[in-house]
């Protein structure tokens, strides 16, 4: 009987097939206990599964040079978020920030985890130190956006969020906190167009569209003027963010 390649684990894992990419990785290390990429997989295949422990285990049994490689960096980053071991965390985010300073994705997930804290003075920092190395950075602008929201400065984040848009048209988490954060401050009009432009451009999108048509729905019954974020609408943007954040990892 012959082992399946690693490589129809990682297809199988594109595809969201995890069960299936879980044993073919766990074949795959069987066959080669010392592969560092079969760890590594197996480990990502068990954070997209949810299974934060089990990929933290996996991750710690990756050992040498593996440890200073950029993926494995951010990935263990991501497990130590979910985990609660935020100091863990931030120190692999720094590092691997350090270790590719041209990635955006690295400054979004630290600053993400910082406004999580609430920390609001070091996400501003990630960003902006993240925007001067890559002043075009749709992601930066997005985590501005979300700043600018804990910020109580609902304009400022539009405006951040629309140029996210301009610069990431294909990435689905940018209308959909555009469109959210629309609805919250009472812009039910600027919403609806963003969900049409989107559904224009995702006819089959991640996004449930019959949840976002009720939501409109819903919001158009309500009395329709701009207004100021509650501290409640801003703590559930927080989440959708940081879930949306979760989804778009690299």
Same mark, same amino acid.
């Given at each position: 009987?012959?082992?399946?390649?690693?490589?129809?684990?990682?297809?199988l894992a594109r595809y969201h097939l995890l069960p299936d990419a879980?044993?073919?990785?766990? !074949?795959?290390?069987a066959t080669d206990p010392a592969s560092e990429d079969a760890k590594?997989? +197996?480990?990502?295949?068990?954070?997209?599964? &949810?299974?934060? #422990?089990?990929?933290?285990?996996?991750?710690?049994?990756?050992?040498?040079?593996? @440890?200073?490689?950029?993926?494995?960096?951010?990935?263990?980053? =991501?497990?130590?978020?979910?985990?609660? *071991?935020?100091? =863990?965390?931030?120190?692999?985010?720094?590092?691997?920030?350090?270790?590719?300073?041209?990635?955006? !994705?690295?400054?979004?997930? $630290?600053?993400?985890?910082?406004?999580?804290?609430?920390?609001?003075?070091?996400?501003?920092?990630? +960003? &902006?130190?993240?925007?001067? &190395?890559? %002043?075009?950075?749709? &992601?930066?602008?997005?985590?501005?956006?979300? +700043?600018?929201?804990?910020?109580?400065?609902?304009?400022?984040?539009?405006?951040?969020?629309? *140029? #996210? $848009?301009?610069?990431?048209?294909?990435?689905?988490?940018?209308?959909?906190?555009?469109?959210? $954060?629309y609805l919250d401050t009472g812009q039910v009009a600027k919403a609806? #167009?963003?969900?049409?432009?989107?559904?224009?451009?995702?006819?089959?999108? %991640?996004? =449930?569209?019959?949840?976002?048509?009720?939501?409109?729905?819903? #919001?158009?019954?309500?009395?329709?003027? +701009? *207004?100021?974020?509650?501290?409640?609408?801003?703590?559930?943007?927080?989440?959708?963010?940081?879930?949306?954040? =979760?989804?778009? @990892?690299?």
């Open positions: 009987m012959t082992t399946a390649p690693p490589q129809i684990g990682v297809l879980i044993r073919h990785f766990q !074949a795959a290390l590594y997989d +197996l480990a990502n295949a068990f954070f997209e599964q &949810r299974e934060f #422990a089990n990929a933290r285990e996996m991750l710690a049994r990756i050992s040498g040079q593996g @440890r200073e490689d950029e993926s494995y960096l951010a990935l263990l980053g =991501d497990v130590d978020t979910h985990l609660g *071991r935020y100091s =863990d965390a931030q120190e692999a985010y720094r590092r691997v920030i350090n270790k590719s300073p041209e990635n955006e !994705a690295h400054y979004l997930s $630290l600053a993400m985890l910082q406004l999580s804290l609430a920390n609001t003075t070091g996400a501003a920092k990630t +960003l &902006r130190a993240g925007l001067s &190395r890559i %002043p075009d950075s749709g &992601r930066i602008m997005w985590g501005l956006g979300v +700043l600018s929201v804990m910020e109580q400065k609902c304009q400022q984040a539009e405006e951040y969020f629309e *140029r #996210a $848009l301009d610069l990431l048209p294909g990435w689905p988490s940018a209308y959909s906190a555009l469109a959210v $954060l609806h #167009a963003v969900f049409d432009k989107y559904q224009a451009i995702f006819p089959r999108g %991640p996004f =449930d569209a019959k949840v976002i048509e009720r939501e409109l729905a819903a #919001a158009e019954q309500q009395p329709q003027g +701009l *207004r100021a974020m509650t501290p409640l609408m801003q703590s559930q943007f927080l989440q959708l963010a940081f879930a949306l954040a =979760d989804q778009n @990892r690299y």
